[in-house]
């Protein structure tokens, strides 16, 4: 993998993602930065352990990124522009040859298995495919839901006020001059076929970030898509991170742990963090005993030692101090 | 010798939070992606637990084996995240997103999704010169015309199906492009086909939509939970109810003008209870008279006159005594500007849930960014808990059926602590003469002259003496009498608090 | 009792639970003064009854205290009074100990211990100590032959676990399974030269008590304002200090001084939010509703509650003192920089909630709302009169686990 291309980081309301699933790895592998998957994982829809794209990355990480030069910001909104008719006219008919070709495909496939009499399905099988797709026909007619049962009864309406049932529309139509709701039902293709709701932008011709991309803090800062950091604790959070980091460290948030960073030996997937992290403004910030009480217990609950990480802004150095309940008495 | 009993002990079978504190999704990166079922295999994925991990590289970044071992990892993990949403086309729903409204048109919709999600709004016909963008129908209705409805989703509601691959977004384009008769948007797009990035870059940050509250939208969802806006966006927005559904409960709120006086009047008596209280303590100076009392629960007793209480409102530093409060800081009570708003009601998968007529939700659920928020202040928590009804206690556990504290029907529920006071504790009904000390309370009564409506002490005592004292004062202590969940987001990891209004003043020890 | 018997584990539950009765005899009494009602009732009795007046016989201890300043606490020297207090009520601890002033009966049973060639506590907690670090050392050096183990059978292109040895043995040692290397006994050596050594002098002379019982500005105020079972001198002088110079003097030793000697003066500057009387109204608050309320800070919060007290059971909620100026202003121009004052982040409360989580407490925010000199006279503050001009707010906290609330 190079390292040589910086990774385009798409900024929008002043949080930074990665949807390329190279960049993500490339992010990990090359430069330590793991960020925070914050998408629903689509075939894994129904638990929170394992989430995918977008990777979400912590301020601290952008920062180091862009000093670093490793990356660019782009303001993600305005790198997506209208489409223009041609654009959208060749999106279309791009995505309609996939589809026919999927569908021939699948009748391809499917005489196949009528000839061969080893694959074909038991004629029970057949039967109940029969039985379901009867069913499905009967459940279209009057309003498309295939999961009508399902539905508890005023949701129905949900069906009903969407004008573009058979059967509904014509009527629907003539009394609602709405332009968008209007459209028919798709009558083009009556076997199914799979669609792919895209993730990235980057297949869109429309999308350019060329004139939307920023190699500089200030410059995103200037056009508004930016402003981290700007506290002298914000400052002393990417001051820290940056020392671990270049220390060969790698980090994900520690909130859950009373720190700001947990601070592993190497890739988390693959080793556990030793240290939670806390950064301190400036050597001149108050250090409380109950702190130093809750860190040195809730280490030992953890097997990782608190790091008190003191970042003094003048000479851009940062200070370490590690608590640990010491056992006595 | 206390102390050497709570070390910690986590093998304790009761330690509930503890077990989540070490479950694999507490610390990011610990996850054991190649446990993970390969694509297209098991239908109903099993989610393994933590894999073991090493403690550390070995020098020069890893010994061969260690190296082999993360690579698989990683490729298991960038797999998965690879996996694309398909869907069939005879399952998946279609919208038009308008950005100039914050709202997805549902021009198709299909499967269980719109029993819980989207709303019924009107919308007037584009009007000439807003280049074909449906309008906002209360800014130009014609009265008595019949305006046509049509389904619409939050910016939430749609990015989280877009996510989940069950919605085809496209962008309304207000350049007129497409397709204005557009007979069929299966052969051509009615607007701009939009990606989950696009989705994600357009919807979020609109109308309230922080990435916060979307995370913990689509974290809640996940789980099967319908979430709800807590403030109507527009007036067709569906209303929860107002208080939970309670067999035996009154189904509204009294909120009329004589429900406030009633509310008003037992806070008064219990300001006056709170007085008496004091009593015996005319003289501050002086020791209890202890040969008075005949237990030392009285004495206890008599020991209370601290008032705990949210019942009586936080002082505000007074204005008319013409000096104005000094402060360079913004005041606190400057609540309009809080971040501590409830933002979604929150039903269990279980609640049975109408979406034109929800229910009162099971959670109330404030987000904040954690990065840039720091705690609610006792003034912000105070103005959630007003809003909030009084939760009946949960089912104790694992014992046989306890009947929860309920009011008895038809009495007003109050936030009055004399209403819901156990009979155990019998507060002094009469006492000679006023004290001194008393003096210092009329200030405090003054607050509620305005309102005052003299109604028979004795109905205050009736008050305090009818509900009967559920078993375990501990499970009341933990739950507190209202509560509210606290999402505070932290770059990508939610941690949820509950936040409950304590009662220890109506559960003494002694 | 319990604290100075050796830790044996193996207790028959006939014995734990005649300890427990024990425990409710020695500790029946919840406050240190005792009320004995008339057995039988004389006409007299009867006649004041009926006018609401009870004639209670009240047994009062009468304890007696030493203001120290430095350590801002109240040092009860008689152990009798010390007892006392601790028996009933658990007020106060020991200098030298974790809770119950033991001191003198840990070092007698260490010398009987001694004697028998048995271990006292202490060592059983060293020992137990020094086996878990050996235990760690064992692991790793386990995990780090494993490693090396596997490492090689990596590069050969074999597959092997890293679990079990070849020979079907555990390879890395958990607490289970581990066992202590019984190797050099040097133990009942050393105890037996011990033992002959005080054989010798067995008249050896009586421990003399060293220890005292500390109780906290708050305790030591609540006994003797309240129930009047304390007397408290001023450490200089040895003359007991009245109510009011109490008052002053538990105010004042808040307030930074060159002088570390009680100063019964009315303060220079009377504050709401002096530290001693935020405290109290939340120390008082609890006591009156009969919770045993000790300091919190093994566990980062400002108290503990008990049910009973410490010997029954382990605290049940960790109070977190979170003081409200009604009137920030008053907050800005305050001497005393309060802690919690104001509203702390998200990270402090994960780690407080996460350490008392641990040990099975429920985390309390108690807000104490601080009046407004604007509303209030500092005049009011000469007497405890004061304390009804603030109020409580309790706030509960606990995680919410979605996954858990499912149903």
């Not at chain 2, 997103?97 to 198709?108: E, G, K, M, Q």
């Not at chain 2, 507060?427 to 009564?445: D, E, I, N, V």
């Not at chain 2, 002490?457 to 078993?471: G, H, I, M, V, Y």
Request: aromatic share 8%; charged share 20%.
């Amino acid at each position: 993998m190079s390292t040589s291309n910086p990774i385009l980081l798409r900024v929008s309301n002043k949080k930074a993602y990665v949807w390329d699933i190279d960049d993500v790895a490339k992010l990990r592998v090359c430069h330590h930065i793991c960020g925070v998957l914050a998408g629903t994982l689509p075939h894994l829809s129904q638990q929170n352990v394992f989430l995918g794209v977008p990777l979400l990355l912590m301020p601290e990480e952008v920062v180091l990124l862009v000093e670093k030069g490793l990356a660019l910001l782009v303001d993600d909104k305005n790198a997506h522009h209208d489409p223009s008719a041609p654009a959208l006219r060749k999106w279309d008919s791009d995505r309609l040859r996939v589809v026919e070709r999927q569908l021939a495909l699948a009748e391809e496939h499917e005489a196949k298995e009528a000839l061969n009499p080893d694959r074909a399905m038991s004629e029970k099988a057949i039967l109940k495919r029969k039985e379901r797709e009867e069913k499905r026909a009967r459940s279209v007619q009057p309003n498309t839901a295939e999961t009508s049962q399902e539905i508890p009864e005023e949701s129905l309406f949900a069906n009903d006020s969407v004008p573009n049932l058979e059967g509904h529309s014509e009527s629907l139509r003539a009394e609602s001059p709405h332009r968008s709701s209007v459209t028919v039902p798709p009558q083009t293709f009556t076997s199914p076929y799979t669609i792919q709701v895209p993730g990235a932008s980057s297949t869109f011709e429309w999308y350019d970030q060329s004139t939307h991309s920023f190699t500089t803090l200030a410059a995103a800062r200037e056009a508004g898509i930016w402003d981290y950091p700007a506290t002298p604790a914000e400052y002393a959070r990417c001051g820290v991170f940056r020392d671990l980091w270049e220390q060969g460290y790698f980090m994900g948030g520690g909130i859950k742990f009373g720190g700001e960073y947990l601070v592993y030996p190497g890739d988390p997937l693959r080793y556990h963090s030793h240290f939670v992290a806390s950064a301190i403004e400036s050597p001149e910030a108050a250090l409380r005993p109950l702190e130093i009480v809750a860190h040195g217990r809730l280490g030992t609950g953890t097997k990782k030692a608190h790091l008190l990480c003191e970042w003094d802004e003048d000479k851009e150095s940062v200070t370490y101090y590690s608590i640990e309940w010491a056992g006595f008495g | 010798m206390d102390d050497a009993l709570e070390v910690p002990r986590p093998q304790l079978p009761t330690a509930d939070v503890q077990e989540e504190d070490q479950s694999s999704g507490d610390e990011d990166g610990g996850l054991d992606w190649t446990k993970l079922p390969k694509l297209g295999t098991a239908a109903r994925p099993v989610i393994p637990k933590r894999g073991e991990k090493d403690f550390e590289p070995a020098a020069g970044g890893g010994s061969g084996l260690q190296l082999h071992v993360l690579d698989r990892s990683r490729e298991a993990m960038l797999e998965a995240l690879r996996a694309g949403r398909s869907i069939s086309s005879k399952s998946i729903s279609y919208g038009l997103w308008y950005p100039a409204i914050d709202r997805v048109h549902v021009i198709t919709a299909r499967g269980i999704h719109f029993s819980t999600m989207g709303h019924s709004a009107t919308r007037a016909p584009p009007s000439e010169g807003m280049g074909g963008e449906a309008v906002d129908a209360q800014s130009n209705s014609i009265p008595g015309s019949k305006l046509p409805k049509r389904l619409e989703l939050l910016p939430e509601e749609a990015l989280y199906l877009v996510e989940r691959g069950a919605l085809f977004c496209y962008k309304f384009l207000s350049n007129g492009l497409p397709l204005v008769d557009s007979p069929n948007f299966e052969m051509t797009s009615p607007g701009a086909p939009m990606s989950v990035q696009q989705a994600f870059a357009e919807m979020t940050g609109r109308d309230g939509m922080t990435l916060e509250r979307y995370q913990v939208y689509a974290y809640l969802k996940r789980l099967g939970f319908i979430l709800m806006r807590a403030e109507p966006p527009t007036a067709e927005y569906p209303v929860a109810a107002l208080t939970p559904l309670l067999s035996n409960r009154p189904l509204t709120q009294p909120q009329t003008f004589r429900g406030k006086l009633t509310t008003l009047f037992s806070r008064f008596a219990s300001n006056v209870l709170s007085v008496f209280r004091l009593s015996r303590r005319s003289d501050w100076w002086k020791h209890l008279q202890l040969s008075r009392y005949r237990t030392s629960a009285d004495i206890f007793q008599s020991l209370r006159f601290i008032p705990c209480t949210y019942s009586v409102p936080l002082p505000l530093p007074s204005v008319s005594e013409g000096k104005q409060a000094s402060s360079s800081k913004a005041l606190p009570f400057a609540l309009s500007a809080s971040p501590y708003k409830v933002f979604f009601h929150v039903y269990k998968p279980s609640t049975p849930f109408r979406k034109t007529a929800p229910p009162a939700p099971d959670f109330y659920v404030v987000v904040v960014n954690a990065r840039t928020t720091p705690m609610p202040s006792i003034q912000e928590l105070t103005a959630l808990f007003d809003i909030l009804p009084v939760m009946p206690l949960p089912p104790p556990r694992k014992r046989g059926v306890q009947p929860a504290v309920k009011n008895p029907p038809n009495s007003p529920p109050t936030d009055d602590p004399a209403t819901k006071a156990p009979p155990g504790i019998s507060r002094p009904s009469s006492t000679p003469g006023w004290p001194l000390s008393a003096l210092t309370f009329l200030r405090r009564l003054l607050f509620f002259l305005p309102f005052f409506c003299p109604t028979p002490p004795a109905q205050a005592d009736k008050l305090a003496s009818k509900p009967t004292r559920p078993p375990n004062p501990f499970l009341a202590l933990k739950t507190g009498k209202k509560t509210i969940v606290i999402a505070a987001v932290d770059s990508g990891s939610i941690s949820f608090f509950r936040f409950g209004q304590g009662v220890f003043e109506e559960w003494p020890m002694a | 009792m319990s604290l100075i018997q050796p830790a044996s584990r193996s207790k028959s539950h006939q014995k734990s639970s005649a300890r427990r009765t024990e425990n409710d005899r020695i500790y029946a009494n919840p406050l240190p003064i005792i009320l004995i009602e008339p057995s039988q009732p004389s006409l007299l009795h009867k006649a004041l009854g009926l006018l609401g007046v009870s004639v209670t016989q009240v047994l009062n201890p009468h304890c007696e205290g030493v203001l120290d300043v430095a350590t801002r606490s109240v040092w009860v020297l008689n152990m009798k009074d010390a007892m006392v207090l601790w028996q009933r009520g658990f007020f106060g601890k020991g200098d030298l100990s974790r809770s119950e002033p033991s001191w003198l009966a840990r070092q007698i049973n260490a010398r009987k211990q001694a004697k028998q060639g048995g271990m006292t506590s202490e060592e059983v907690t060293a020992k137990r100590r020094a086996e878990r670090k050996q235990f760690k050392l064992d692991r790793a050096k386990a995990m780090a032959a494993a490693a090396a183990e596997a490492e090689t059978a990596f590069q050969e292109g074999r597959v092997i676990s890293t679990i079990y040895a070849p020979d079907g043995t555990r390879m890395i040692p958990s607490a289970a399974t581990w066992k202590p290397n019984r190797a050099p006994e040097t133990q009942p050596d050393k105890s037996a030269s011990i033992a002959e050594e005080s054989d010798d002098e067995d008249e050896e002379e009586p421990i003399e008590n060293v220890e005292h019982l500390q109780l906290t500005l708050q305790e030591a105020f609540f006994l003797l304002w309240n129930l009047d079972c304390l007397s408290v001198s001023n450490t200089q002088t040895g003359d007991p200090l009245t109510l009011s110079q109490v008052w002053n003097a538990f105010q004042n030793a808040h307030v930074p001084s060159p002088k570390l000697v009680p100063s019964p003066e009315p303060p220079q500057h009377r504050c709401f939010d002096n530290p001693f009387l935020v405290n109290y109204v939340i120390y008082h608050h609890y006591r009156s509703l009969g919770w045993v309320v000790k300091s919190g800070i093994k566990f980062c919060v400002d108290y503990l509650l008990y049910k009973r007290g410490p010997i029954f059971a382990h605290a049940e909620f960790a109070i977190v003192v979170c003081p409200v100026y009604e009137d920030p202003a008053d907050q800005e121009s305050s001497p005393f920089n309060l802690q919690n004052a104001s509203p702390f982040s998200w990270s402090w409360l994960s780690t407080i909630n996460r350490v008392n989580s641990q040990v099975q407490k429920t985390l309390i925010l108690s807000y104490v709302t601080i009046p407004a000199r604007l509303r209030v006279s500092d005049a009011v503050l000469s007497s405890p009169a004061c304390f009804a001009h603030y109020s409580i707010r309790e706030v509960v906290l606990r995680r919410f686990i979605p996954a858990r609330m499912r149903d």
